[in-house]
């Protein structure tokens, strides 16, 4: 007897997506439910450097959308990438020539072209088969601009994923459609889950293998519904692919006609962009990265009205962080919670009446107050209090344990200060997804961690803000990242 795939379908969407629009991203959109993906056209809209963000009127235009990849060993990752690549029409003749030649060198088995050869570009990489480190592919189509990253499937690669991840907008976590979902690919999801990436497509890859059987991949999405329920993510999509052959990539597959569900590449291109989302929506956030001070020290090219306008600036630089600013705005600066007014904004050289989250800017205060690298310019009434103790969800990436004792540096933003772990509170269990006691954490192990901190940091938690709730803990004496860090809501 086969599965009711419409009533998995609406179960599984009503699990994932409940309580999305209060998910990490503050007041962003909710993301696509069900089995169809419907584009936001009404999301905020900034324009930093060389990428105009978002929509005016409705009328949609062209947004940057981050995505990564992961999911266990040679679960079709770089394969998946580099058939996404070609069938966007993102890959130039000579490339396509230079990997068909690889490809029949290297006796490809399946047909002419190895697509998994147009991310591996390292000799290593190529040599056994397998992705080392992230790589970096940029594309673009009519209705958007993409930057991805393919992240290493391996166990000793995982810290590359989390450099991958923490910054995407999506992750696609692939699953073999004839394993299921396995230990690596938990770690990876629970990986999502710690860094709070707004949309995580499934996508279970190789289903040819499987004779494009209904059954089994209704299987692997209920297993998907409930590992996303216990790590508590939200705006889950599951759909059958096959990167090889080019299913449901860019084109419906007519072999699928049980899934009538959006290609991978219409998700990606209608998912809205969360992290400029949460970015635009939440209070004024700088934190300052260099007081300029220029003291007489000015370009002999700088006329002399100009030369004594700026022979006293003094101005904050910094990316915003979150928020918008314009002149005549009340600020409040941390540590210290003195309020001022802003007085000038400078984008780029040129001054400016406003400026949003992620510009690069510098500030000028009404006011002379003590505000070096590592503090933060919040608007009034708005910004987060210090705190001298966090308990924060860590994942460990150097060989050297993390242990109750152990002293680090903790940076936050453009502040760095040293700390102390106070407490190991517990470990996650990868397979269970459930929490156990802990004496320390060892590499590629996820646990909760209460940090002592020598001096006060504007912490908050990373579910109500990604620059805000994120920490990377140091190591004291040569400098390695020892950990990724978020913190945990009180």
């Given at each position: 007897?086969?599965?009711?795939?419409?009533?998995?379908?609406?179960?599984?969407?009503?699990?994932?997506?409940?309580?999305?629009?209060?998910?990490?991203?503050?007041?962003?959109?909710p993301s696509t439910?069900?089995?169809?993906?419907?584009?936001?056209?009404?999301?905020?809209?900034?324009?930093?450097?060389?990428?105009?963000?978002?929509?005016?009127?409705?009328?949609?235009?062209?947004?940057?959308?981050?995505?990564?990849?992961?999911?266990?060993?040679?679960?079709?990752?770089?394969?998946?990438?580099?058939?996404?690549?070609?069938?966007?029409?993102?890959?130039?003749?000579?490339?396509?020539?230079?990997?068909?030649?690889?490809?029949?060198?290297?006796?490809?088995?399946?047909?002419?072209?190895?697509?998994?050869?147009?991310?591996?570009?390292?000799?290593?990489?190529?040599?056994?088969?397998?992705?080392?480190?992230?790589?970096?592919r940029y594309f673009?189509?009519?209705?958007?601009?993409?930057?991805?990253?393919?992240?290493?499937?391996?166990?000793?690669?995982?810290?590359?994923?989390?450099?991958?991840?923490?910054?995407?907008?999506?992750?696609?976590?692939?699953?073999?459609?004839?394993?299921?979902?396995?230990?690596?690919?938990?770690?990876?999801?629970?990986?999502?889950?710690?860094?709070?990436?707004?949309?995580?497509?499934?996508?279970?890859?190789?289903?040819?293998?499987?004779?494009?059987?209904?059954?089994?991949?209704?299987?692997?999405?209920?297993?998907?519904?409930?590992?996303?329920?216990?790590?508590?993510?939200?705006?889950?999509?599951?759909?059958?692919?096959?990167?090889?052959?080019?299913?449901?990539?860019?084109?419906?597959?007519?072999?699928?006609?049980?899934?009538?569900?959006?290609?991978?590449?219409?998700?990606?291109?209608?998912?809205?962009?969360?992290?400029?989302?949460?970015?635009?929506?939440?209070?004024?956030?700088?934190?300052?990265?260099?007081?300029?001070?220029?003291?007489?020290?000015?370009?002999?090219?700088?006329?002399?009205?100009?030369?004594?306008?700026?022979?006293?600036?003094?101005?904050?630089?910094?990316?915003?962080?979150?928020?918008?600013?314009?002149?005549?705005?009340?600020?409040?600066?941390?540590?210290?919670?003195?309020?001022?007014?802003?007085?000038?904004?400078?984008?780029?050289?040129?001054?400016?009446?406003?400026?949003?989250?992620?510009?690069?800017?510098?500030?000028?205060?009404?006011?002379?107050?003590?505000?070096?690298?590592?503090?933060?310019i919040a608007a009034?009434?708005?910004?987060?209090?210090?705190?001298?103790?966090?308990?924060?969800?860590?994942?460990?990436?150097?060989?050297?344990?993390?242990?109750?004792?152990?002293?680090?540096?903790?940076?936050?933003?453009?502040?760095?200060?040293?700390?102390?772990?106070?407490?190991?509170?517990?470990?996650?269990?990868?397979?269970?997804?459930?929490?156990?006691?802990?004496?320390?954490?060892?590499?590629?192990?996820?646990?909760?961690?209460?940090?002592?901190?020598?001096?006060?940091?504007?912490?908050?938690?990373?579910?109500?803000?990604?620059?805000?709730?994120?920490?990377?803990?140091?190591?004291?004496?040569?400098?390695?990242?020892?950990?990724?860090?978020?913190?945990?809501?009180?």
């Open positions: 007897m086969g599965i009711d795939t419409a009533d998995v379908s609406s179960r599984f969407a009503r699990s994932t997506t409940e309580g999305a629009a209060s998910s990490t991203t503050g007041d962003t959109a439910t069900g089995d169809t993906a419907r584009s936001t056209g009404d999301s905020a809209s900034s324009t930093t450097g060389d990428t105009a963000r978002s929509t005016t009127g409705g009328a949609e235009a062209t947004t940057l959308f981050r995505f990564a990849t992961a999911g266990s060993v040679d679960d079709g990752k770089s394969t998946l990438v580099g058939r996404l690549l070609h069938d966007a029409k993102a890959i130039l003749a000579d490339q396509l020539e230079q990997v068909a030649a690889t490809s029949r060198q290297r006796g490809f088995a399946h047909g002419d072209f190895d697509f998994a050869l147009l991310t591996d570009g390292l000799r290593a990489e190529r040599e056994q088969g397998i992705t080392i480190d992230v790589a970096y673009a189509t009519d209705r958007r601009s993409f930057i991805l990253a393919d992240c290493p499937g391996h166990v000793q690669y995982t810290r590359n994923m989390v450099t991958g991840s923490a910054t995407a907008d999506a992750v696609i976590v692939l699953v073999d459609a004839r394993k299921g979902i396995v230990e690596q690919t938990r770690r990876h999801l629970a990986v999502v889950s710690l860094l709070r990436v707004a949309h995580v497509i499934v996508a279970v890859n190789k289903i040819d293998l499987t004779g494009f059987d209904e059954n089994r991949f209704v299987e692997i999405e209920l297993e998907a519904a409930g590992v996303a329920e216990q790590l508590g993510l939200h705006g889950v999509h599951v759909l059958p692919v096959s990167a090889l052959e080019g299913d449901n990539i860019v084109e419906p597959s007519p072999r699928t006609p049980w899934y009538q569900g959006p290609t991978l590449l219409q998700l990606l291109e209608t998912l809205p962009t969360a992290v400029d989302a949460d970015e635009t929506a939440s209070a004024f956030r700088l934190p300052v990265q260099l007081v300029l001070r220029p003291q007489g020290g000015l370009s002999p090219e700088i006329d002399a009205e100009d030369a004594e306008r700026y022979r006293d600036f003094r101005g904050f630089a910094g990316r915003i962080s979150a928020g918008s600013v314009r002149i005549g705005d009340a600020v409040e600066v941390f540590p210290g919670g003195h309020t001022t007014t802003v007085t000038g904004i400078h984008v780029a050289g040129v001054e400016a009446h406003a400026a949003t989250a992620p510009q690069s800017v510098t500030l000028t205060l009404a006011d002379e107050l003590d505000a070096a690298r590592g503090a933060v009034a009434g708005a910004a987060p209090q210090g705190r001298r103790e966090a308990l924060v969800e860590l994942f460990q990436l150097d060989p050297r344990p993390v242990m109750p004792g152990s002293k680090v540096l903790v940076k936050h933003g453009t502040a760095t200060v040293q700390a102390l772990v106070a407490e190991v509170v517990d470990r996650r269990d990868l397979e269970t997804l459930a929490h156990e006691d802990a004496g320390s954490l060892a590499v590629n192990e996820i646990g909760r961690v209460r940090l002592r901190l020598a001096a006060e940091l504007p912490l908050e938690p990373y579910e109500t803000s990604r620059d805000g709730g994120s920490l990377v803990l140091i190591h004291p004496a040569d400098g390695a990242t020892l950990a990724a860090a978020t913190v945990v809501g009180d």
